[in-house]
């Protein structure tokens, strides 16, 4: 007898139990979602609203907070340092995503066809495993002028020495080198993780068709992995906005601004001058121009499309 007959025999509805099981799984479902809702609301969301709140005011910490309406915003408007901060993220953002993402993307495929040792990928991901500053600061003697390995290299093989941190012109590609040096494997092992969902027999009917390795990932390997390499761009580009640490240990915005990223102008304008209520409106603004970027990145390359259908 069907289940349907049955629940007519007894006068019941056929979806009375399916409702009946929702409802006793939305207790354990709640209680599982509780704790992590309980953080976000404690320590993302209260403190969001409150620098909102605090963006529209003249707060030093000290006191109580002033209003002031829509001043702090005029102010960042006509600030030229926050412009500068600003431009000079951008430059880092793209030189940081830029060499990142090729040769993450060169590793991932290099993972799939030439290994499948979990310890390569173990290796790959130690640099980012390693803290922040605890990179900054190796790379930072390391390109030391006088007493760095890598100009000790550089005068042996006869190019004059570099002050890769001390320069306006080197020392942002430089943070933003070391960065892509420390984020590369775990952007890899992203990367790689799309290319496991490419059907192999694509690329054998490529090869059939006559398609070498460089047809193969021109038309086969980029046009699939699109969606993935959207997600890594908006995750690699929101990450690399927020550079602060590197920065803070090793040239601290010089030299001349030439590293003061939007971070760490912000975290001056709050911690070295208390102007609480300015930094809370540089980082609303921050907060709006991620969210556009992200949202352009995902529509542009139409993440939520993929040519396996």
């Not at 609203?49 to 003249?58: A, E, M």
């Not at 306006?168 to 290319?195: D, K, Q």
């Not at 208390?274 to 809370?280: E, K, N, Q, T, W």
Request: net charge positive.
């Amino acid at each position: 007898m069907s289940t349907m007959a049955v629940a007519q025999r007894v006068g019941a509805k056929p979806d009375d139990g399916l409702k009946h099981k929702r409802r006793t799984d939305l207790g354990p479902a709640l209680l599982f979602i509780l704790p992590a809702a309980v953080g976000f609301a404690v320590f993302y969301l209260y403190p969001a609203i409150r620098g909102i709140l605090y963006s529209f005011t003249d707060y030093a910490l000290a006191g109580s907070p002033n209003w002031v309406g829509v001043a702090n915003y005029q102010q960042m408007f006509t600030d030229k340092q926050f412009w500068n901060a600003l431009l000079v993220t951008l430059e880092y953002v793209l030189v940081n995503i830029s060499t990142q993402t090729v040769v993450a993307l060169f590793l991932a495929v290099l993972l799939q066809r030439l290994t499948t040792s979990i310890v390569i990928r173990g290796v790959l991901l130690l640099p980012y495993l390693i803290a922040n500053v605890v990179v900054a600061i190796v790379w930072f003697w390391m390109c030391n002028q006088l007493i760095g390995i890598i100009n000790i290299g550089l005068e042996a093989l006869g190019f004059q020495r570099q002050a890769f941190f001390g320069s306006p012109h080197l020392s942002i590609v430089t943070i933003a080198l070391v960065n892509t040096w420390r984020h590369m494997g775990y952007t890899a092992l992203l990367i790689f993780a799309g290319l496991q969902m490419i059907p192999r027999d694509l690329y054998e009917a490529g090869a059939i068709d006559g398609a070498g390795e460089g047809k193969s990932f021109l038309h086969i390997t980029l046009p699939l992995l699109r969606p993935v390499l959207a997600l890594v761009l908006v995750i690699t580009v929101i990450g690399s906005f927020q550079i602060f640490d590197t920065v803070a240990v090793t040239t601290r915005g010089g030299p001349v601004n030439a590293t003061r990223v939007i971070y760490y102008y912000i975290y001056e304008n709050a911690f070295q001058r208390s102007h609480f209520g300015y930094a809370s409106a540089m980082t609303v603004a921050l907060f709006v121009i991620l969210a556009a970027v992200a949202y352009l990145q995902l529509r542009l390359m139409r993440a939520d499309q993929t040519d396996l259908d």
